[in-house]
């Protein structure tokens, strides 16, 4: 449930957002943890990658899961599977998670466990190529899944999730013989928005350009692990 | 843009809301037009449906389109491609049509054209599987698009859209042998939140299934042509 408003009204939500925000990364930052902000359309396929990711990475970094959902925690029962923490958070009516909501997630990972000890957050946020890219919540990189069978028209109709996002995910790609898109139509209409984004097409069913994600996952990791001083500056 | 809120800040919200929407309502009763709010996700197939609707009905029946859309006219550009008025709005940071916007297009319909000589209207909403199903905007029913590569658990996750829709269709159904997916579970699952709601599975893209769902659409056009009395009701 939401609402537009005035603009000043705007600004102060998006202001008390941040906020927030600036509190939360304040605390991985002190905590060492770097933090992902994973945002797509509904079905894209964030939890697929994120279990081929805890799959893979498990063995090298200590991860947790903020899990992000309207109601259920069908996709946070897949990720436990895994073996590592995974707070759920229910939004209810609201389409995004705002900083509240994850400062709440950051205090039950802090209480349970000792936060220090994680390399790695996924912030999976509720399924949404809207409102979630306006709202952060303390992630130090914004990644963004674009299912190809979504069109090659998506970047250019919903342009601030592409505009926001560090890292983009072209999904499906075992898909593309059967659809009638065009990979490299995609990528131009992302480059009308965003010059400079990496642009990594995946297959979590094949696993097909899973080692470039991650390999930009463990960069940016060890990035922020051996230069502190980059704090808060992606 | 927008804010999850206090519960009375959201009642009033709504409630606003929901007086224009049977403001529209009222205008689309006069005319004797008919009027479906169509919704779905980012890229699960709504223009594509309504390319083959407007292909198949402009025979019988006069329709018009309102399109919403964050930015661009490229949804509306397709389906003026067939000849009938389309009437684009943009809605910015807005993730949703509300019943205001759509009054602005109903005006501009009524000002440029004779809207007694309609007999059908289509509202197509900013894709998004959350907000729209929230906002009434004058429609006499709902009709919600989940494309199966979306996964079988959408309904469950995004119950508010699967309750309140009136007609759902079933789209790319051609790519089912592609994908990991039961048909009859994401039916269990729709039957869990909504018991009674036609389900069709079509595909645009090989028409397979597409009879039902232009059935559908003349038998709620002819319904309410017939029954006057019905008007407000479906």
Known sequence: MHQTFDAALEINLLHANQEGADHNRAHFD???????????????GKTALLERTLAAL???????????????????????????????????????????????????????????????????????????AEFEVGEHAKVALL????????????????????????TKMDLAPHLDIDVEQIVANVRQINTHVPILPVSAKTGAGLEDWFHWVRAQVHLRQSQPSLSGVL
Request: with cysteine; glycine share 8%.
């Open 30 to 44: 002190d905590w060492g943890i770097t933090c992902f902000n994973v945002m797509s359309s509904p079905g894209a």
């Open 147 to 170: 299912s190809i069978t979504e069109g090659d028209d998506k970047p250019l109709k919903y342009p601030v999730m592409f505009q926001e996002a560090d890292c983009l995910l072209l």
């Open 58 to 132: 498990t063995h090298d970094l200590t991860i947790a899961v903020i899990e992000g959902d309207m109601t259920t925690e069908l996709d946070a029962d897949r990720l436990r599977q895994y073996g590592v923490p995974v707070i759920a958070i229910n939004t209810g009516r609201s389409c995004h998670l705002d900083s509240k909501m994850v400062s709440g997630g950051i205090h039950r990972l802090a209480h349970e466990y000792n936060p220090a000890e994680f390399d790695l957050v996924f912030v999976e946020n509720v399924g949404n190529l809207v409102c979630p």
